[in-house]
């Protein structure tokens, strides 16, 4: 339960005096629907205003609040601007411009003869002064109306910054003093305020640097300490440890020497396995790095050791496609790999189902299938998870019921994480990183050419087609849309199918993610087998596809797409023997990012150097949002305070789960009420359960 101090920030923004279903709407468009949205909606920037009783030339370009009194009104013909011509008490003239042709509003708010304290940026516009949509003080507003530094927020349409203030201020006069969960010490140390002192602070003052890294801190400590509650647990949890005595691996023909990295990690999670303790364990690796080697060997050493392995991919292609590369590479071996997706019924799912229970099957390959409540296991002892990211700490805790005793897991990733943001996205986990390519494994040759050229780039196309080679062309959107100018995937595979399909051989094929699974399985498989030579897709292609034959990868607006995701569709190619070509086709008006980004894949072709880049230029909160745990976003904390902060707070997190009493401590009730304060799922659903 959530603690009821809490309740007050919680209740629906509705509840904020003025917030009615009209404001509500542009509030919801922010992601502001509680109380607690609001309070943590936080300034992006200030306005510092300066009093002045006279208007003067030298302050141009500043913002002012001024006395002035209406003189004139000038209207322009149409939906021209309106102009209020006023004057200071020294008689000095302005002019208050108006645009948007609504005359009889800029009247009311300013009526002749009348003075109204009046502020906004001065301009200069030839000889005269003037003053665009100036801010208008209700009459006989006592005092000073305009404070001297006024928070700017991010807005949507039909919100003010000043509404959203006021706003602000009833958020935080509804939040209690709650109890401090951040070690005095540390505190002290950097100066920071209390909780609630540091949400008063920085919607006063955005410029109030230690309010602001205060709450990114809780923000970021909030994460850190799910994690470590995650980790704790897994720990505590009595497993079974995992012996192998070699008798498959000794036996295993490979098709290359492991590299170091590969070795290495073997050697990591062997010993993991050993242990009593679940393995809770992240393989980074990049495109074409080996780990699907290095997750056969873990489960090798599983069955070895008497138990099943199971391996989950986060889609049916992959699912299949790590059944036929697990089925050649451990052919010959005394053993029995099955695959369940959630295609299989009757008969067929039937028979695996009871191959799972009787213990007959070894590994079992397939999709989220696998831990549905129907799927038993005779005896479940290790789980690899493919492409981490895809799935939840939930979805995990229920593959993990599924064993006598808590199975291992070896979760894997092709998308590198910068090493700051592995702590924040990974924190309960020990980390691998095969950061070594097999042998053979070539460079892509990386070439961003003007859409001005895709003349010239179908040319080459025809070409690669005619020598027997085959290539994906990637698209960015599904369809036109009416605010897109995007080429649509349909509209280019219809252009290519016209140039290239006229000898009828229909050598054109279309995946999007609108299909059923069934019909991009079987596109996908034509393509495998050579039987289509060019595949049209939206980024349905982006993780694990292995068509060894395709050399050609041409990516559509490439300046639309992240680096990270970018450097995932260029590793579609390369897998074969042959040199690999990546054509990145850009738009012509290119912003500073993307042309850095593009740059960067030409120069390149290290992901985990291209993952620190995309951090630089995309930004922690972007990147930490591709985690589907349940967690949110982060909100308040920047890349920058990230990078300050991560490893202070998952210092913190230890210490108070592993000396200062955990969470029964005094520290540690607070710990709890900041958990369920930043809705870190992770670390309350264990609460919750315990």
Not at 86 to 95: E, P
Not at 558 to 575: I, K, N, P, W
């Amino acid at each position: 339960m959530r603690p009821e101090i809490l309740n007050p920030l919680f209740a629906e923004v509705t509840a904020l005096k003025g917030v009615g279903t009209g404001l509500a709407k542009p509030l919801d468009r922010l992601k502001i629907a509680r109380v607690v949205d609001m309070a943590f909606h936080l300034p992006s920037g200030h306005v510092d205003r300066v009093p002045r009783d006279e208007l003067m030339t030298s302050d141009a370009g500043r913002t002012i609040a001024i006395t002035l009194t209406p003189r004139e009104y000038r209207s322009s013909a149409g939906r021209g601007p309106t102009r209020v011509q006023a004057a200071d008490a020294r008689g000095n003239s302005v002019s208050l411009v108006f645009f948007g042709g609504n005359a009889g509003w800029a009247k009311k708010l300013l009526p002749l003869g009348e003075p109204r304290r009046v502020s906004g940026r001065l301009d200069q516009y030839g000889q005269e002064l003037q003053i665009v949509h100036p801010e208008v003080a209700e009459p006989g507003t006592e005092g000073e109306p305009f404070r001297e530094r006024e928070a700017i927020y991010p807005l949507s349409e039909g919100l003010t910054s000043r509404r959203l203030a006021a706003l602000a201020a009833q958020a935080i006069a509804r939040a209690p003093d709650l109890p401090e969960w951040i070690e005095p010490g540390l505190k002290a140390a950097r100066g920071w305020p209390g909780w609630h002192e540091a949400l008063v602070r920085i919607h006063a003052d955005p410029a109030d640097a230690k309010a602001r890294e205060r709450l990114a801190y809780d923000e970021v400590f909030a994460n850190q300490l799910a994690m470590t509650i995650v980790r704790a647990d897994t720990r505590k949890r009595k497993g079974r440890a995992l012996v192998g005595d070699g008798r498959l691996r000794d036996r295993l023909e490979l098709p290359y020497a492991p590299t170091g990295a590969q070795s290495r990690t073997m050697r990591e999670i062997e010993g993991d396995l050993a242990q009593a303790a679940p393995m809770l364990r992240l393989l980074q690796g990049d495109v074409g790095s080996g780990k699907t080697l290095v997750a056969a060997m873990a489960l090798l050493v599983a069955v070895e050791a008497g138990a099943q392995g199971a391996m989950l991919a986060p889609t049916e292609i992959l699912a299949r496609q790590h059944y036929e590369t697990l089925r050649t590479l451990l052919a010959g071996l005394p053993l029995n790999v099955a695959v369940l997706t959630g295609r299989d019924k009757g008969r067929a799912r039937e028979a695996t189902l009871m191959g799972l229970a009787s213990g007959e099957i070894d590994i079992l390959i397939g999709t989220h299938a696998i831990f549905q409540e129907a799927v038993g296991y005779k005896d479940l002892g290790l789980v690899v998870v493919d492409e981490q990211h895809r799935f939840g700490v939930a979805q995990r805790m229920t593959l993990q019921a599924k064993g006598k005793a808590p199975p291992h897991l070896l979760a894997m990733t092709a998308t590198p994480i910068p090493r700051t943001l592995t702590l924040a996205q990974y924190g309960e986990m020990d980390v691998s990183r095969l950061d070594e390519m097999p042998p053979g494994r070539q460079p892509i040759e990386t070439r961003v050419i003007s859409e001005d050229r895709l003349d010239d780039v179908a040319n080459a196309l025809g070409r690669h087609l005619s020598e027997g080679g085959q290539a994906y062309w990637v698209c960015p959107l599904v369809e036109e849309s009416e605010k897109s100018d995007l080429a649509a995937a349909e509209m280019r595979a219809e252009a290519l199918r016209a140039r290239f399909d006229g000898d009828g051989q229909g050598r054109v094929g279309l995946v999007h993610g609108r299909m059923k699974p069934a019909e991009k399985d079987a596109v996908m498989a034509e393509f495998s087998a050579g039987r289509l030579g060019v595949l049209v897709a939206t980024t349905v292609i982006e993780v694990g596809v292995d068509v060894p034959n395709a050399t050609l990868i041409v990516i559509e607006h490439a300046d639309r797409f992240g680096l990270a995701q970018l450097h995932q569709l260029r590793g579609r190619v390369g897998r074969g023997g042959g040199r690999s070509t990546c054509l990145l086709v850009r738009g012509t008006a290119l912003s500073e990012t993307s042309r850095a980004r593009l740059a960067l894949m030409r120069e390149t072709n290290d992901g985990f150097r291209i993952a620190e880049e995309d951090l630089r230029l995309r930004g922690a909160g972007e990147m930490l949002g591709t985690r589907q745990s349940g967690d949110m976003a982060f909100r308040l904390a920047t890349p920058e305070m990230m990078a300050d902060l991560l490893q202070c707070a998952h210092d913190d997190a230890r210490l108070l789960v592993d000396r200062d009493g955990g969470l029964q401590g005094p520290r540690g009730q607070a710990a709890r009420t900041l958990l369920y304060l930043f809705e870190r799922d992770a670390g309350v659903a264990l609460l919750r359960s315990g």
